[in-house]
């Protein structure tokens, strides 16, 4: 298999195991209701497809890529949020930062630690967790309300769920076809 027919299959890989993460994260946060507003469950979907091509661009490209791809998480919440105007333009930047970032410094964690066969999930759960806290901080801080400890918290769990599940579909892409099989050389145990 070329390189590039690697890369295109681990990337489908990664959408498709984002997507599905963050399916089962608004399954297990919203139970039946999470298919009744389509906001909701469109909301989850972007975030699955974004986290995945994040992880992907970490995993295959590099920071240059990723940094391009929380802009266009940035450019999506911007169009998912109508009409356009600077209060949804400040809106979309104080959701896509927080939270495109944390999926990009948990994509770098998973390549730290990648002698960890599995159990990686756990830290995209924590550091996405806290993306989603310090969104939800930072709109409470803009909208000069207190900040609610309830309500991040809330924020926190529920970005930690979407992380964790996310997490461990791409994590499971890494154990079926992340291992790049060097068939010249010898293995020795």
Do not use: W
Not at 38 to 48: A, H, K
Not at 105 to 118: E, G
Request: aromatic share 10%; with cysteine.
């Amino acid at each position: 298999m070329t390189k590039n027919s690697r890369e295109t299959l681990l990337t489908f890989g990664y959408i498709i195991m984002g997507l599905a993460g963050a399916v089962l994260a608004g399954c297990l946060s919203a139970g039946n209701r999470f298919f009744h507003p389509p906001r909701q469950f469109v909301g989850f979907l972007v975030v699955g497809f974004s986290g995945g091509l994040i992880y992907a661009s970490v995993r295959l490209r590099g920071l240059g890529m990723s940094l391009l791809l929380v802009v266009l998480l940035y450019f999506i919440q911007l169009a998912s949020t109508p009409p356009i105007r600077p209060a949804s333009a400040v809106g979309a930047a104080i959701f896509a930062l927080p939270v495109g970032t944390a999926f990009v410094v948990s994509a770098y964690l998973f390549k730290a630690l990648a002698r960890v066969p599995l159990g990686r999930f756990i830290v995209m759960a924590l550091v996405v967790g806290l993306g989603y806290g310090l969104m939800i901080a930072i709109f409470l801080l803009k909208a000069q309300q207190p900040l609610v400890t309830r309500l991040i918290a809330r924020q926190l769990l529920l970005g930690a769920k979407l992380g964790g599940a996310v997490g461990l579909g791409l994590e499971l892409v890494d154990l079926l076809g992340g291992r790049k099989v060097n068939r010249r050389a010898p293995e020795f145990d």
